[in-house]
């Protein structure tokens, strides 16, 4: 029988859990990152405005759990509260040792991608300064191994409306970067400062400035992440740009018809439905037939190191790192990392059958119930979507407390928190549901429930 619990809007019983099979390796037919969030240090001052305290220990645990899912890692963006309490210190940190974990398996530029900008440089009000903010933190990212992603920049946003400068100013750090790098498009909902960027406040004069510069610089760009939760928009784009560079839908409400129709990936919500999503692209894979896997031999997960895990963390079944099975369907792992649990199989899940039409459907049906956890946590105001994360997070054992650096886990509320339990249970990402409702109730007893 199921656990039940006692939730703001009544009494729940938990679904049957499920166990994620870890892939053999990354997606054949897509690359594919998650946005990973940093884990706060419990006993550190995450009081707002002070310096961020960071377990590193278990930030990296983190990375090595994506990693062992075949996903990419987008470090250091806004998932991990840049602009939002991450200083520069512990960014310049966060980058130094997450490409080193990177390089234990493989080369970092194909495992991980980390955030340049000027959030250092809050003063910065010229073009030159910015671009000197920029520099810095690009040279500190290539000398990490990561790839670049440059981020749209909030003093940039702050300065001009001038769709010249914007291309003065990208045009000149992309003749610089070492590598093709990733250009990060964040919309409105995401940071309302950005309103505005490239040129326009409106949103195809705005288009138009954005494709004139990666047609301009095309062999420099390894893609384009956008983030304005507009899929007629995000299709179009798609549609315009260069042979060669990549669409990385970050649309955190409509990734999977994006995804299915083209898109790579860079999405904040796969730091959460991470088993999920690795599960989705094998049927997606295996629906569009084979093609050369997108990074290098040699660097695919291993888990006796991927997946290391640090003191206090209790794994769930979906953290069991010796799968290494083809299909989707769930693989029993070991009493000892199943919290107690018995592996069940959803047939919703795990039935996967050989044609093309009922892989898609496959696809379908796994993140189907991920739209909804997804759009809950994104709901407005959508910047506070990173508390929900790290809810989930603790919920699954990845930390020992629900902390963030920033103070952020005050930002939602207790009947929103109470909602991302319920739509993770549905989903099937609870990967150890006794420790998540064990977990759950004493953060609803904390609240006086």
């Not at 053999?24 to 940093?38: L, Q, S, T, W």
């Not at 520099?135 to 981020?151: C, D, F, K, N, P």
């Not at 420099?220 to 179009?236: A, M, N, Y």
């Not at 996967?352 to 039409?357: E, K, L, N, Q, Y």
């Amino acid at each position: 029988m199921t656990a039940s619990i006692d939730l703001p809007g009544g009494t729940y019983r938990l679904r049957e859990p499920v166990t994620w099979p870890h892939p053999p390796g990354p997606p054949a037919n897509r690359v594919v990152y998650a946005a990973a969030h940093v884990v706060a240090d419990p006993m550190g001052d995450n009081t707002p405005g002070s310096p961020a305290a960071v377990d590193w220990e278990a930030t990296l645990h983190f990375r090595r759990h994506l990693w062992s899912y075949g996903l990419r890692v987008a470090d250091a963006m806004d998932t991990a509260q840049r602009n939002n309490g991450l200083d520069w210190a512990a960014t310049r940190e966060l980058i130094r040792l997450s490409a080193a974990a990177a390089r234990e398996l493989g080369d970092p530029a194909d495992l991980i991608a980390c955030g340049a900008g000027t959030d250092h440089v809050p003063g910065a009000r010229t073009p030159q300064a910015i671009e000197a903010a920029y520099q810095e933190q690009i040279t500190t990212v290539q000398e990490s191994g990561a790839t670049v992603i440059l981020m749209a920049s909030r003093q940039l946003a702050a300065i001009t409306h001038a769709p010249e400068d914007y291309q003065a100013v990208y045009g000149k750090l992309l003749a610089e970067v070492e590598r093709p790098a990733i250009l990060h498009w964040l919309g409105e909902a995401f940071d309302p400062n950005l309103a505005g960027y490239w040129g326009s406040r409106n949103i195809e004069a705005a288009t138009a400035s954005f494709l004139e510069l990666i047609h301009a610089n095309a062999p420099k760009i390894d893609g384009v992440k956008v983030s304005l939760l507009d899929e007629s928009h995000e299709v179009r784009l798609r549609a315009a740009l260069p042979e060669g560079v990549r669409l990385y839908t970050g649309d955190d409400f409509n990734y999977p018809s994006l995804i299915k129709s083209g898109s790579h990936a860079l999405l904040g919500i796969f730091d959460a439905i991470a088993p999920a999503a690795a599960a989705a692209f094998q049927a997606l894979d295996a629906a569009e037939g084979p093609h050369p896997r997108r990074l290098p031999t040699g660097t695919a997960p291993q888990p006796d190191v991927l997946d290391r895990p640090h003191p206090g963390v209790v794994l769930g079944p979906g953290d069991d790192p010796a799968s290494d099975e083809l299909g989707i369907e769930p693989q029993p792992g070991p009493p000892e990392k199943a919290g107690g649990t018995s592996t069940l199989t959803d047939p919703d899940i795990s039935e996967i059958s050989a044609s093309t039409a009922d892989r898609l459907a496959d696809y379908d049906r796994i993140l189907a119930p991920t739209v909804a956890l997804s759009r809950k946590i994104f709901e407005a105001p959508t910047f506070h979507y990173k508390t929900g994360i790290v809810f989930l997070a603790w919920l699954n054992g990845h930390q020992d407390a629900f902390t963030m650096v920033n103070g952020a886990q005050s930002a939602r509320s207790l009947s929103h928190l109470a909602e991302v339990f319920r739509l993770a249970d549905q989903a099937g990402l609870l990967a150890d549901p006794e420790l998540a409702v064990s977990r759950m109730r004493a953060f609803l007893a904390v609240h006086g429930r």
